[in-house]
């Protein structure tokens, strides 16, 4: 399921206020992150969830959103997480590696839990690319993130 970024979802008056929340970002492409992070934190607290059912943490690079994520929910009672991270193209295949690796890697961590983990990862060929899907003309995937774990949400 994908959302319109653009578009306020209607969570039919759902209340989130009770779920906690982990994120989980990558320090890799800061220019990127910061902004998918502050949009998928603005996004959560107008559904509900206060800024102390959050809990934030950074991880150097997109690879290690994985153990992050993987962290968070055995040491902590939360709900779900988002890892949000931005992996742009190189010279070399790295880029494909990587984003396979964190994509299964999320996946398996999701299955492991029971719980929602979102892959809101960019995944570009430049960083024009990334700066139109965080707020740009493709949309913001830290709103499409947070929105995709509301709805994860609120279909359990």
Known sequence: MSFDSNVNINFHNKDFSGFKIGIV??????NITDILLSSCITQLKDQGISSKNLIQKDVPGSMELVH???????????????????IVKGETDHDKYISNAVANGLVN?????????????????????????CGGKHGNKGIESA??????????
């Open 147 to 156: 929105n995709t774990l509301l709805s994860m949400l609120d279909f359990y």
């Open 25 to 30: 970002r990558s320090l890799w492409n800061t």
């Open 68 to 86: 992050a994520a993987n962290i968070i929910l055995s040491n902590h009672d939360i709900d779900g997480v988002i890892a949000l991270g931005c």
């Open 109 to 133: 961590v999701s299955i492991k839990y029971n719980k929602p983990v979102i892959f809101g990862v960019l995944t570009t060929n430049s960083i024009n690319q990334a700066l139109d899907r």
